[in-house]
């Protein structure tokens, strides 16, 4: 049981660069989100997608963008990379029941700008 | 939005005691918190919840303690081990679907246990 799975883990970018990074799970989850962590920082929320097809945005979307494939994938994509941008990735999934909602994370992705 | 205390303090600990970790918020909507656990170069992970028609939940060397007059929560770690070093995360949480559902957390508390 993979969980969730971002790809890549590490990268690299100059700034103005493109990018998207990947997010699946494979636990039928309804809901997906992004988030980054700054060095010794919290999660702050980019984006997050309540089921397929609906996407909104977190506390800081500026600069990115988000595409929720199907129930699996949630992907961000950065459009211009800045070296702002620079972080750690987390995405996230969850499923709300009747005894609350516990979110799964990905590994993260440790993104560079330069 | 949501303001969970954004600070990030340090806790150090002696191996053996106790470690309370504390979270504030603000939106009276939260009916529901979560503690995360996050060790270095990790993600979060799962440590307990409690809803908010209880006061105390325990699990294993952990209790959470919620007072929703003052919209705050504590999570105590008893006999604290180095294997507890992490970063912790509350995130509240409105189970009410027109709050939409978002999963937002606060600064967190990086817990430094010294043997």
């Known amino acids: 049981n993979a969980g969730v799975t971002q790809t890549p883990k590490f990268q690299v970018l100059k700034t103005g660069q493109s990018m998207t990074l990947q997010c699946a799970q494979d636990?039928?989850?309804?809901?997906m989100y992004w988030y980054r962590q700054d060095p010794g920082m919290g999660l702050r929320l980019i984006y997050y997608s309540a089921s397929e097809g609906t996407t909104d945005k977190g506390e800081v979307p500026n600069g990115y963008n988000v595409s929720r494939l199907n129930k699996r994938e949630f992907s961000l994509r950065l459009e211009s990379a800045a070296p702002s941008q620079t972080s750690v990735y987390f995405c996230a999934s969850s499923e709300e029941g009747a005894g609350g909602t516990e979110a799964f994370f990905g590994q993260g992705t440790r993104l560079t700008v330069v | 939005g949501e303001s969970v205390g954004l600070h990030l303090p340090t806790l150090s600990v002696q191996e053996g005691d106790n470690s309370i970790i504390n979270c504030a918020y603000s939106?009276?909507?939260?009916?529901?918190f979560i503690w995360y656990k996050q060790e270095s170069g990790k993600g979060p992970q799962f440590i307990i919840d409690?809803?908010?028609?209880?006061d105390k939940r325990q699990g294993q060397r952990v209790t959470v303690l919620l007072n929703k007059t003052v919209k705050h929560l504590s999570l105590q770690i008893a006999a604290t081990q180095p294997g507890d070093s992490a970063v912790y995360f509350c995130a509240p949480y409105s189970m009410i679907k027109a709050a939409g559902n978002k999963l937002t957390f606060g600064g967190g508390t990086r817990v430094l246990v010294k043997p």
């Open positions: 939106n009276s909507a939260s009916d529901y």
């Open positions: 636990m039928n989850h309804n809901s």
């Open positions: 409690i809803r908010s028609n209880m």
